[in-house]
């Protein structure tokens, strides 16, 4: 069953001058069509200004499309009455980890969506113990969130969502500020997520090592979505890839390059350990 | 440089004290400091000593945190004693030059002493007691009637808890951006008063930039937490009176009372003054 649908999808952005006065035009996502199944971890890739993130917004309903619809379980979120359902549904979590944590500690930040949706105090309790768990962040609940590390700043925030016990969680580049180790963490956390919670996971980055374990990865360029497919099939074309501008990680560059010069490799190798058995499988089979 | 600052000067450790409902710490420091001003005898500000030296030792802060506050009105103080001294006129204790001490002066000046005294260590006491969070909380429900008359408590008791999250994100902020400008040569610390004011400009630009921008994600990330003002919230830990809060208005009560009897006994020898 489809969980997020979009069909068509337009977003402008109106650029202003000095005056006040339209300047141009920018045309932000243009005509994307996207489906998403219930329970599966999707990607969206694409470097700086490819429209993803403005995408992604408009899942939890922060922008409306100018032409055609998104749906989020069914809602329409164009409709001015399903707002505060779909933001329940979608839960979003952004890319700074500073500017989206409003509680003073840890589990106070974590109850404040629940708070919102007028949930009862006792079960707010349960829902922020069971989210600060799943991301592995229980032991911090009486911390302040200025003393921790941006991914478990991160980390909190997912929890956040996660209280509010939505189907879709839409990840818009949570990893873009974090150091390496940071970034391991969340990702980490939202796969946990989508894999023990079974929660729907949209995850927008230009990170091509996160996008791995994904069931389904789209690419955008310019607005428009430019591939789609499995990691495997994305990875295989190293050369569209780099047309993209968006960086291949370093054992599949390594794999493309040595498969370039005369060695047969299978397309698209995603990891370290694939490349060394396809390595040793050349080896033996040169004897 | 600027992390020192310190605001919001919460102790932690747990006595009963820190125990009580924000509520009742908010309206005990209310009376408090009104009682200190219908005192027209000592015996007043003795009861009033007696009673905060009692909470003090209840709350288990120690007593140099108390201090702490009254650096800052230190030089507030000293004028007010030293005007009072000098410029009350009455009977004449000791006299220099133009100068006279007075016998009502000398009341006059100890008593606002005390006063504003008491008064700084009486409410940075529930400062030290109560954590900013739970203040905000307090005053959100202990305000709550204002809401007949349009007040929106909710939005200000939210809006206070966000400034307060953010205080040491800015800090940090404005300590960042001062050490870029100073390795790019920008000069804060020498120079007249001008010149060190105009040096502010290029830190304060970036700064008002910095904080707008995080405003506006920070509004965008509560809507897609389904923030929608106060009406329909539940609250994660919702204040509740519990028995020590009513033992604890009851001798809030009594004490106001008492002590301002005791304090408007006519007992020539402890008067304070010109107050009569």
Known sequence: MSIVKTENVVYEYQRLDEEGNVEGVTTAVDHVSLDVKEGSFIAILGHNGSGKSTLAKHINAILSPKEGSVWVDGLDTAQEENLWEVRSRAGMVFQNPDNQIIGQVVEEDVGFGPENMGVPTKEIWERVEESLRAVGMYEYRKHSPNKLSGGQKQRVSIAGVLAMHPKVIVLDEPTAMLDPTGRKEVIRAARGLNQVEGVTVILITHYMEEIVHADQVFVMDHGKIAMQGTPREIFSQVERLKELRLAVPQVTLLAHELKQSGIPLPDGILTRKELVEALVAYKNSQK | ?276
Request: hydrophobic share 55%; with cysteine.
């Open chain 2, 1 to 276: 440089m600027l992390r020192d600052i310190t605001l919001g000067q919460y102790y932690q450790t747990d006595s009963v004290i820190h125990r009580l409902d924000p509520r009742v710490k908010l309206a005990g420091t209310l009376v408090y400091v009104i009682t200190l001003f219908f005192y027209k005898n000592f015996v007043g500000y003795a009861l009033a000593i007696l009673f905060l030296a009692l909470v003090i030792r209840l709350s288990k802060v120690p007593f140099k945190f108390m201090v702490r506050g009254m650096k800052s009105i230190l030089f507030l103080l000293m004028i007010t004693v030293l005007f009072n001294l000098f410029l009350t006129p009455g009977t004449p204790v000791v006299s220099f030059w133009k100068l006279h001490i007075t016998q009502e002066g000398t009341a006059l000046a100890v008593s606002m002493a005390l006063r504003l005294t008491l008064l700084v260590i009486g409410s940075s006491l529930m400062t030290l007691t109560t954590t900013p969070n739970n203040l905000t909380d307090g005053m959100e429900k202990g305000m709550g009637f204002l809401r007949i008359f349009k007040v929106p408590v909710h939005d200000v008791a939210m809006m206070m808890s966000i400034a307060l999250r953010f205080i040491p994100i800015l800090l940090e902020e404005t300590d960042k951006i001062m050490k870029a400008q100073m390795a790019r040569g920008a000069d804060f610390e020498s120079g007249n008063l001008i010149k060190r004011a105009k040096a502010l400009v290029p830190l304060l630009v970036p700064l008002f930039v910095s904080a707008f921008r995080r405003a506006n994600d920070l509004a965008m990330a509560m809507e897609a937490r389904c923030y929608r003002g106060g009406d329909g919230r539940t609250k994660m830990k919702p204040l509740k009176y519990k028995g020590r809060d009513f033992t604890a208005y009851a001798i809030l009560l009594f004490f106001m009372v008492f002590s301002i009897w005791a304090g408007r006994l006519r007992l020539p020898m402890l008067m304070v003054g010109i107050v009569q």
